[in-house]
């Protein structure tokens, strides 16, 4: 079992920058790869970023150029990060760290509990 922890999350005017962090723990060496997904009100739940064990990162087009994620590794946990820069009001939502153990397009096996973030209009 992997467990995942998010913070970083709040409420920030348009053009600002936060960062969202996920502690991950446990069954670290089963992860192929952890990203984050995103859901607004209303609205399906839908990827953001993602970075694999190697290093490689891919994001969703909504974001790119605006975000960056990257990985911390230490001897017991892994914690994964998401620079969030430039905020748009439509990047309100719900953001929800992930792990998954499958290859490219495979769906997430472990999920965060999610932490908001609010850019007001």
């Known amino acids: 079992q992997v467990q995942l922890v998010e913070s970083g999350g709040g409420l920030v005017q348009a053009g600002g920058s936060l960062r969202l962090s996920c502690a991950a723990s446990?069954?670290?060496?089963?992860?192929?790869?952890m990203g984050w997904y995103r859901q607004a009100p209303g609205k399906q739940r839908e990827w953001v970023a993602t970075?694999?064990?190697?290093?490689?990162?891919?994001?969703a087009d909504s974001v790119k150029g605006r975000f960056t994620i990257t990985r911390d590794n230490a001897k017991t946990t892994v914690t994964v990060f998401l620079q969030m820069n430039s905020l748009k009001p439509e990047d309100t939502a719900v953001y929800y760290c992930?792990?998954?153990?499958?290859?490219?397009?495979?769906?997430?096996?472990?999920w965060g509990q999610g932490t908001q973030v609010t850019v007001p209009s």
């Open positions: 446990g069954s670290m060496l089963s992860i192929s790869a």
């Open positions: 992930y792990g998954r153990t499958g290859g490219i397009g495979t769906l997430p096996n472990y």
């Open positions: 970075i694999t064990t190697g290093g490689r990162t891919i994001y």
